[in-house]
């Protein structure tokens, strides 16, 4: 398995525009987690899902963030709009169950300038 | 006061020497993972512990769930293990999971 996949690795974007990055977890897996890592305040868990099912989003900034799992191989993350404080690393990572470790993908590198 | 705390923030040392870097925490725990993130940016779940100790090669996690404190050693230390390094406890409330991060720790080795 190549391991989780993120997409983009880098997105530059402007104020105002929407953003979607993208995550495939590892095949078999049945977590799934957005974290964001900014140099202010570490590292941030935005929400989670189980099964496809979002379980906790209260690490979601506000309404301008939001996160699907249409799937067990696919979960977006968007920001509409984006403002320039949204500028971070976004991790996405993934795990078997409670009881393992994650594995985290390369992350994305977001500038909203 | 964080929930979860690290020390040193930031720790250089020689290549060869036994590397130990703390972590405790106010909370009650299901578990505690140590996490390695490269230069490059990219994060490796080291261990993942809720009692005892764990090791895997020149690295060694150890959990004292009374004491509330977590320690990861490195023995031999090598360049190649310059990294910052995470500690984060999770938690449940609700059934939910809640996963707190310390601010890490930036370690160099010196050749």
């Known amino acids: 398995d190549a391991g989780v996949i993120q997409s983009p690795r880098h997105e530059v974007t402007e104020m105002g525009q929407e953003v979607t990055l993208r995550c495939k977890p590892i095949s078999g897996h049945n977590s799934l987690f957005w974290y964001r890592q900014t140099m202010m305040r570490g590292l941030e868990l935005l929400i989670y899902?189980?099964?496809?099912?979002?379980?906790?989003d209260s690490g979601m900034p506000e309404d301008r963030f939001s996160a699907k799992m249409p799937n067990a191989s696919f979960s977006t993350l968007k920001i509409q709009p984006s403002e320039p404080r949204d500028s971070a690393v976004y991790f996405c990572?993934?795990?078997?169950?409670?009881?393992?470790?994650?594995?985290f993908g390369q992350g994305t590198r977001l500038t909203v300038v | 006061k964080n929930e979860v705390e690290q020390s040193p923030q930031n720790l250089t040392a020689q290549e060869g020497e036994f590397i130990t870097i703390n972590c405790s925490y106010s909370?009650?725990?299901?578990?505690l993972h140590w996490l390695q993130q490269h230069p490059g940016g990219g994060i490796v779940s080291l261990f993942m512990l809720s009692s005892g100790k764990k090791k895997h090669g020149r690295l060694i996690a150890t959990i004292n769930i009374q004491e509330k404190h977590s320690s990861l050693h490195i023995t031999a230390s090598h360049p190649r293990d310059s990294a910052v390094y995470i500690c984060?406890?999770?938690?449940?409330?609700?059934?939910?999971?809640?996963?707190?991060f310390g601010t890490g720790t930036r370690l160099t080795i010196i050749p």
């Open positions: 899902f189980n099964n496809n099912v979002p379980i906790d």
């Open positions: 909370v009650g725990i299901s578990a």
């Open positions: 984060a406890v999770r938690s449940r409330y609700f059934g939910n999971e809640k996963l707190t």
């Open positions: 990572a993934s795990r078997w169950d409670d009881n393992t470790e994650a594995f």
